[in-house]
């Protein structure tokens, strides 16, 4: 497998004389303005050298681009069913994840959620969390635009005793205020924060509520009793692709370039961000979808179907096998060091997807003989007495329809079955649990173990929450689906 690390796009040495001369890779757009920056020095290049680039810019762009639907879904499209509402708010959700919940791939249906949209372009935010009881699971994910884990703020890092944390963004220098326990900087200008809270049943639902009332955020002025700082400039927001568009559509590079203006350029990517100009890629980028030639369209497009290619190649090869999976796909931008093929996975199979030392995800698309799982068959999982996932919070099985990834509707509104439910499920003779995976009932006498499939492809994902030592290092391995 190869990562984009290691991809060459050959250019001239007049080309690079152009670059040198012109550092565009170097040029920023201010955060948000709305005026034009003057465009790039153009650069010819071939199109045989343009669908190397579109390649390259579209598996790194991809995370970017994707965020950036989910981010205009949530806090800038009010008709949106699935608008939460304006930036730099907190905005809960006191329910799990059904199947009407699209926006985002892979959704977690244990835990209610909350979210924060942020931007820190005027100043940082203060976070502020709540004391909450030591057996209730809580985390709070940063993500930044290039869909990084950039830290955590939750039971397994800094307790359940409360606190607050400051959030800024990439040009914010000054010192951490009094009272404030920890200082995150995110690499961009607009960042999301993902808090779980963790439910243990229906009737607990309004102890959640209480929980996710007492999750406060506050501009920083606001917090340390100061005038506030003049406000950044409006961002007139443009539409985003729909997934589908996402995949073949060349105005993908146009979002990405809107995207990219509130994504200062890391002093590691600079040589990559000036091949990306060279095709009019980047914050100040004139790529323009209507005004491509006939050939450079192709060679554009052709670029985008490479990137899906070499993911389709990285799935067949290495994650289907097992060789890789979902905690080398999320963490840090030193967790993934330079692993662009890898962070676009992530992004293809669970956005938002928990660094490992959080919870790890390992999931099954075919059964143990190597067979795709489909709702036409039927499939037991099994856990062997003594054998459930080792876990310092808690574990679920949860379905998913293919290929979009989104949860099942079924008759029972079941859509996962995890260790809160432990009590409720039968237990084999010996002990171990046998979990029944197909389409219709299984019986009556079985039905309190039934995860309910679609009638086509799917997949199951087993989550660890917290995992423990066994699960980190491989010692636990988990079931693989058993068609009956």
Not at 35 to 42: G, L
Not at 139 to 157: C, E, H, K, M, P
Not at 443 to 461: H, I, Q, Y
């Amino acid at each position: 497998m190869s990562s984009l690390r290691g991809t060459v796009v050959v250019i001239t040495i007049a080309a690079l004389l152009v670059l040198t001369g012109c550092a565009t890779g170097d040029k920023k757009s201010e955060p948000g303005s709305t005026a034009a920056s003057p465009p790039p020095t153009a650069v010819p290049v071939t199109p045989e050298q343009a669908r190397a680039v579109a390649k390259e810019a579209y598996i790194y762009g991809f995370p970017i681009v994707d965020n950036y639907r989910v981010n205009y879904a949530y806090f800038v499209d009010k008709q949106n069913p699935e608008y939460k509402g304006g930036w730099n708010e907190i905005h809960n959700v006191a329910r799990v994840f059904t199947p009407a919940d699209t926006a985002i791939q892979t959704p977690n249906s244990d835990t209610p959620y909350s979210s924060v949209g942020a931007d820190l372009r005027a100043e940082p935010l203060v976070l502020t969390v709540p004391p909450i009881e030591q057996d209730r699971y809580y985390s709070l994910q940063f993500v930044d635009g290039y869909t990084y884990n950039i830290a955590y703020v939750g039971s397994r890092t800094t307790g359940n005793g409360g606190g607050k944390y400051l959030l800024a963004g990439p040009g914010w220098t000054g010192e951490k205020p009094a009272g404030i326990d920890e200082v995150i900087q995110s690499d961009t200008d607009l960042a999301l924060v993902l808090y779980r809270t963790q439910l243990f049943g229906p009737s607990d639902l309004d102890n959640v509520k209480k929980i996710q009332a007492g999750y406060q955020v506050a501009p920083l002025s606001v917090y340390l009793n100061q005038p506030s700082p003049a406000p950044a400039p409006a961002i007139d927001f443009v539409p985003p692709l729909t997934p589908d568009q996402q995949k073949t559509s060349p105005q993908f590079f146009e979002i990405l370039n809107f995207a990219l203006k509130f994504a200062p350029t890391v002093p590691a990517e600079q040589e990559m961000r000036a091949r990306f100009a060279t095709i009019g890629i980047g914050p100040d980028g004139d790529f323009d979808a209507d005004k491509l030639s006939p050939d450079m369209r192709t060679a554009i497009e052709g670029g985008m179907a490479d990137a899906w290619a070499e993911l389709d190649a990285l799935k067949k090869s290495k994650m289907d096998t097992g060789e890789v999976g979902p905690a080398q796909l999320f963490g840090t931008a030193a967790d993934l060091n330079g692993n662009y093929l890898y962070r676009m996975a992530g992004t293809v199979y669970g956005i938002y997807g928990n660094t490992a030392a959080e919870a790890l995800y390992p999931g099954a698309s075919n059964d143990s003989t190597g067979q795709p799982l489909t709702g036409a068959n039927t499939y037991t999982y099994h856990f062997p007495s003594g054998q459930l996932p080792p876990v310092n919070a808690f574990w679920s099985l949860t379905m998913y329809e293919l290929p979009q990834s989104a949860l099942v509707a079924n008759p029972i509104d079941r859509y996962l079955v995890n260790s809160p439910m432990l009590p409720s499920l039968v237990k084999d003779p010996d002990g171990g649990i046998t979990l029944y995976v197909q389409n219709a009932s299984p019986g009556a006498d079985k039905e309190s173990n039934w995860l309910p499939a679609p009638k086509g492809p799917f997949r199951v994902v087993l989550r660890l929450y917290w995992p423990k030592p066994d699960a980190l290092n491989g010692q636990w391995k988990p079931p693989i689906p058993v068609r009956t």
